[in-house]
């Protein structure tokens, strides 16, 4: 990943959520800092909205992944976990949606913008529910080559308890929460949550709406799980169903089909050209993706480091 072209904003911005950023951070200082400790110092300001969505769910729109929110007699349900230094807007976020205690939690995969806040959502009442391999990576130290990163091992209290292999349903809210196991995909512990009733679709970090993705290849991530996970998304879903991505916009059924589209662009057009012998830097310097650079390229992922990811998987 090209730490230099992450700036402050565009790292806000990745969420989804049009934050003004007044002062930005050198490109320098995010290159000598590096991606984490840069999301750790600016989640803590960074604001959060909250969406309605449809019956009794909304979200969080925020600096890290989206945060959908189950509200109802049996106490918040909540679906990832935001940055632990995102935690003083989301209590206020969780409060202006009403007051009822938070009693489940629902990590969709182990990465430190999705599980952060499992500590204290965990000691406010929370019981966590993930697959088995986020809590295999949490319970370890933990290497993010990508992101230059080794993640300490997390606390007990932060360590999910219901584990899911391969499906699992829940019941809370008047709600039926399916959760499925994709298999390796963004990493080797995404699951999607569907909530039944309501026809809404939270896909993790599965899928990046308007952005390109990171694909995290040392906890079993690839460009081809990637778009596997985004076919199963897509048969999922109707033209009705509301999605959740990790990040970007809530959305449906249209924008997982362009991310889907995309990402077999991608993969497609980089396969050809390593195939012909073509080296990293001059499929690069090809611009394979180029129509969709300016708008895509933009947010988390720069161009550059997207096709990283996929010339390493092709």
Not at 9 to 17: E, P
Not at 57 to 84: F, M
Not at 88 to 104: F, M, Q, R, T, Y
Not at 249 to 267: C, I, M, N, Q, Y
Request: proline share 4%; hydrophobic share 40%; glycine share 8%.
């Amino acid at each position: 990943m090209s730490n230099a072209a992450v700036s402050r904003r565009q790292f806000l911005i990745s969420s989804g959520v049009a934050v003004a950023a007044t002062c930005l951070v050198p490109p320098r200082l995010f290159s000598q800092e590096g991606l984490v400790p840069v999301a750790l110092k600016e989640s803590a300001t960074a604001k959060i909205t909250v969406q309605a969505l449809r019956r009794n769910i909304s979200v969080l729109l925020g600096p890290g992944g989206n945060i959908a929110v189950l509200t109802g007699r049996d106490g918040k349900l909540l679906v990832d976990s935001e940055v632990v230094t995102a935690r003083g807007n989301v209590e206020k976020a969780l409060l202006s949606i009403n007051s009822d205690p938070i009693k489940h939690l629902i990590n969709t995969h182990w990465h430190f913008d999705h599980t952060g806040g499992n500590e204290w959502l965990h000691q406010a009442g929370a019981g966590i529910v993930a697959h088995e391999n986020t809590r295999k990576r949490l319970s370890m130290d933990t290497r993010v080559e990508g992101w230059g990163y080794t993640f300490p091992a997390v606390p007990a209290a932060a360590l999910p308890t219901t584990l899911v292999k391969d499906q699992h349903t829940l019941h809370a809210n008047g709600t039926t929460l399916a959760l499925k196991y994709y298999g390796p995909a963004h990493t080797d512990s995404d699951i999607s949550v569907y909530f039944t009733e309501a026809d809404v679709l939270h896909t993790g970090d599965t899928f990046w709406n308007r952005s390109y993705p990171f694909i995290d290849y040392s906890t079993g991530g690839s460009i081809d799980g990637q778009i596997r996970a985004a076919e199963v998304n897509l048969a999922k879903v109707s033209a009705k169903t509301i999605v959740v991505p990790g990040h970007g916009p809530v959305t449906g059924k249209a924008d997982l089909t362009l991310f889907r589209d995309v990402l077999v662009e991608a993969r497609d057009k980089v396969a050809k050209l390593k195939k012909q012998g073509r080296t990293l830097e001059e499929v690069v310097a090809a611009k394979p993706m180029a129509r969709y650079d300016a708008e895509w390229g933009q947010s988390f992922q720069t161009p550059q480091s997207f096709l990283r990811w996929v010339y390493q998987g092709v």
